[in-house]
Nanobody
């Protein structure tokens, strides 16, 4: 199983970006999917998660600006980021809880860099 993230880049403050993360491989079912981020010199933190049924949780710092969604048919999770701020600059990682036959494992993507200039 692999998670491939894309969509990062450089954007000015106030701009928008959309991240995508597609899961591939021997997948029986995907439970929760989510996005985390790690800024330089800081610990990795939760940005947003979404269950298979569409229930979402957001970090307070992004609530109202970011929207997480998923396409279960495509095994893909998205993160629409609006009103970006310089403090949103970080490497963004996608994660998914994936069941392969009888085993459920947490997988991580390699990360995509988001840089917000002031």
């Amino acid at each position: 199983v692999q998670l491939q993230a894309s969509g990062g880049g450089l954007v000015q403050a106030g701009g928008s970006l959309r991240l995508s993360c597609a899961a591939s491989g021997s997948i029986f079912r995907i439970n929760a999917m989510g996005w985390y981020r790690q800024a330089p010199g800081k610990q990795r933190e939760l940005v947003a998660t979404i269950t298979s049924g569409g229930y979402t949780i957001y970090a307070s710092s992004v609530k109202g600006r970011f929207t997480i969604s998923r396409d279960n048919a495509k095994n893909t999770v998205y993160l629409q980021m609006n009103s970006l701020k310089p403090e949103d600059t970080a490497v963004y990682y996608c994660a998914a809880e994936i069941r392969e036959s009888l085993i459920t494992t947490n997988y991580w993507g390699k990360g995509t860099l988001v840089t917000v200039s002031s």
